[in-house]
């Protein structure tokens, strides 16, 4: 059974703070990884996407992979409450186009 | 450009009746894939079609079934439904080439209410 486990939260921080997501994964031959933000009601919204271990940034977002440790995660600096949303990890294998989803950060950010 | 565009956006239906979900993807992706989200399973693959060809296919019975035109346009049929299928039904479409580097970009969804 592939896995992708995230804290469900809600997570909250405050206006301008950082805010740190995690997620780790169990299947060794996940090539790939991405971060969806979902609003309420709304479909999930692709953020980020990462592949080799590292730092990736961009604007205010960083994604981090590990995956000798199988971990990645998503930095948002300077949050702002319309950041509040749930934040979605999502791993993808080498066979095919098919994306496990963690069960979703909830993030609030309070003004 | 686009996004995909999932209809009906809003369904009610009743136990033992059938329903089909549309779904155009983004100009020049050939890859569409099918999630069902609910509250307490979260987002689940259900399918993907790859010119015109199933060819990933999730962990769900056989009354979900799709298929994927020769523009790249899918549908996906629920029969005899339960209420336990109410849920959103999410489209993604992605190149679907380029190995596990493409990402998927979602519709709307169609949120099926069964009673």
């Known amino acids: 059974q592939k896995e992708v486990e995230q804290n469900s939260g809600p997570l909250s921080v405050p206006e301008g703070a950082i805010a740190s997501l995690n997620c780790t994964y169990s299947?060794?031959?996940?090539?790939?990884f991405f971060w969806y933000r979902q609003y309420s009601g709304k479909s999930p919204e692709l953020i980020m996407f990462?592949?080799?271990?590292g730092d990736k940034e961009d604007g205010r977002f960083t994604a981090q992979l590990n995956k000798a440790s199988q971990y990645v995660s998503l930095l948002i600096r300077d949050s702002q409450p319309s950041d509040s949303a749930t934040y979605l990890c999502?791993?993808?294998?080498?066979?095919?186009?098919?994306?496990?989803f963690g069960g979703g950060t909830r993030l609030m950010v309070k003004p | 450009k686009a996004g995909v565009t999932q209809t009906p956006r809003y369904l009610i239906k009743t136990r033992g009746q059938q329903v089909t979900l549309s779904c155009s993807p983004i100009?020049?992706?050939?890859?569409v894939s099918w999630y069902q989200q609910t509250p307490g399973q979260g987002l689940q693959f259900l399918f993907e079609?790859?010119?015109?060809?199933?060819?990933n296919k999730g962990n769900f019975p056989g009354r979900f079934s799709g298929r994927q035109f020769s523009n790249s346009r899918s549908e996906m049929n629920v029969s005899t439904l339960e209420l336990g299928d109410s849920a959103l039904y999410l489209c993604?479409?992605?190149?679907?080439?380029?190995?596990?580097?493409?990402?998927?970009?979602f519709g709307n969804g169609t949120r099926l209410t069964v009673t």
């Open positions: 993604a479409s992605s190149l679907g080439t380029g190995g596990p580097y493409s990402p998927l970009h």
């Open positions: 299947d060794r031959g996940s090539q790939s």
């Open positions: 990462i592949y080799s271990n």
């Open positions: 999502a791993v993808k294998s080498n066979a095919g186009n098919m994306l496990t």
């Open positions: 100009s020049g992706h050939r890859s």
């Open positions: 079609y790859f010119s015109e060809t199933q060819r």
